[in-house]
């Protein structure tokens, strides 16, 4: 007997009725992308290692899907160095290509590449997916789409509010509650001078990074882990759960770094934003929160989270401003800006509240009835009006039992159903049936056709 077929785990198949709605999310976002002047860009689903390798620190570096060189990859490989079972040396032999891990590494690569041929600032939204070998499990898979938008070659703070205006558009449309959390990385190496260890950045964005996941305790313990002394730790905590709105924080922050360079022009980026904000209508919660830090190394200025307030979901947007990336790839002096839109979870959210439009489920508006050849012939113009006037229909492919037809229109939600039959034939006219109220009505073609623009 043969084996059922499966797929990956951390993966997924999208059946037309879930693309439908992906697609409305999709769409959504990318015209909101497009209002603020944003390009559309696609790059491979692979890149070299070596242009992914060291971009996402030691804990992304895991976390990539490699692939086998093609042909007999390991025939040139020493038995001594195979026997030596060293995968990590294995691997950079037998392994020359990558999956992609996020979008913005090969953003500013094709930058880089690209650079002569490019206008700056250099606006591009990108909508593909992105491949993480995590353990799958609930809002995370291993291949997921993401959505997003990116600015680079330029300093300015208005690329920052530019793309909170654009978390709150994006959202306002979905009709999904969220919170924006903001921080700013130059804070966090400011804090990190303050409590007397520049050097671990790192170590410390990382371990607070995880405060929603694990708690301040758990937190504090991979602190001392990292070599973290207790006396840092302690002054770290205050910093941590500092209280009041916005403005309070920040002022409270200002004389906690006031000689750290580094963290005063973080605070002085994320005041000039909030000023910003002020005058404009945003809908959306904006927070200042020292515990994000965003895991990511390439982060030097302000970073993003947001978060649904009423579905229990991790972080559906995220990103920040990267001032280092193109210099990897040997464009120095450009600085970037960027968010990403998780689609998968967005979807997720989406699904749990039940916010997807009840008029979105379908692609087909009216299904013609076949009645046989004659029929045929006559409808098939009467199909082509109607598409020309970007009204979606079809027609039964075969002259098939009525109830069967009217099963499968039922079964793909086609709210209207198009009988035209000998009668209706020598009138002129179409017979259209409701399929929600059952009400039947005959109509001409120019009556159908302002009826489903209508509807």
């Known amino acids: 007997m043969a084996q059922t077929p499966s797929i990956p785990k951390g993966t997924r198949d999208f059946s037309p009725e879930i693309m439908v709605k992906r697609n409305y999310i999709f769409d959504t976002i990318k015209n909101v992308f497009k209002l ?21 620190g030691d804990e992304g570096d895991k976390l990539l899907f490699k692939i086998l060189n093609s042909g007999d990859f390991i025939g ?68 997921f789409y993401q959505c997003d938008v990116d600015v680079v070659g330029s300093d300015s703070l208005l690329h920052e509010v530019e793309l909170i205006q654009i978390v709150d558009e994006v959202y306002r449309r979905l009709n999904i509650r969220v919170r924006l959390l903001l921080n700013n990385r130059k804070i966090l190496a400011g804090i990190a001078e303050n409590i007397g260890y520049p050097e671990q ?27 973290i002394h207790e006396e840092a730790i302690a002054k770290l905590q205050p910093i941590l759960n500092l209280q009041g709105d916005n403005e309070t924080k920040l002022a409270k922050l200002r004389e906690v770094l006031k000689d750290s360079p580094v963290g005063l022009k973080g605070i002085e980026e994320l005041t000039t934003v909030f000023d910003y904000l ?23 200025g302000a970073i993003f ?35 990403s839109f998780g689609a998968d979870r967005i979807f997720d959210v989406m699904t749990q509240l039940d916010l997807f439009p009840k008029d979105n489920t379908t692609t087909t508006q009216i299904l013609f009835v076949n009645f046989g050849s004659r029929e045929e ?27 069967k037809q009217m099963t499968y229109a039922d079964k793909k939600g086609i709210p209207f159903v198009a009988l035209v039959g000998e009668n209706e034939m020598q009138e002129g006219i179409i017979s259209l049936k409701n399929m929600l109220s059952g009400e039947q009505s005959n109509v001409r073609t120019d009556e159908l056709i302002q009826r489903m623009q209508h509807q």
């Open 36 to 56: 603020y002047g944003y390009m559309p860009l696609e790059t491979p689903a692979m890149e070299n290692l070596s242009t992914l390798m060291g971009k996402y």
């Open 76 to 143: 040139n490989i020493p038995e001594n160095e195979l026997l030596e079972k060293n995968s990590l040396k294995l691997t950079n032999r037998i392994s020359e290509k990558g999956l992609r891990y996020d979008l913005t590494v090969p953003f500013a690569r094709f930058v880089v590449q690209h650079q002569n041929e490019l206008t700056f600032p250099f606006k591009r939204y990108q909508i593909q997916p992105v491949w993480r070998a995590d353990r799958p499990q609930k809002g995370r898979y291993r291949e």
């Open 201 to 227: 950045l790192t170590d410390i964005t990382v371990a607070i990074d995880k405060m929603d996941k694990i708690g301040l305790d758990n937190v504090n313990a991979e602190l001392r882990d990292k070599g």
């Open 278 to 300: 002020k005058a404009l209508d945003i809908q959306t919660e904006i927070k200042l929160d020292l515990t994000l830090a965003r895991g990511l190394s390439y982060y030097t």
């Open 305 to 339: 989270e947001v978060k649904a307030l009423d579905a229990e979901m991790g972080s559906i947007t995220g990103g920040g401003r990267y001032d280092d990336l193109t210099g990897i790839f040997g464009l120095k002096n450009m600085s970037g800006v960027g968010i």
């Open 377 to 403: 012939k006559y409808c098939l113009p009467l199909l082509k009006q109607l598409r020309a006037n970007g009204i979606n229909a079809e027609i039964y492919p075969e002259a098939a039992k009525m109830k």
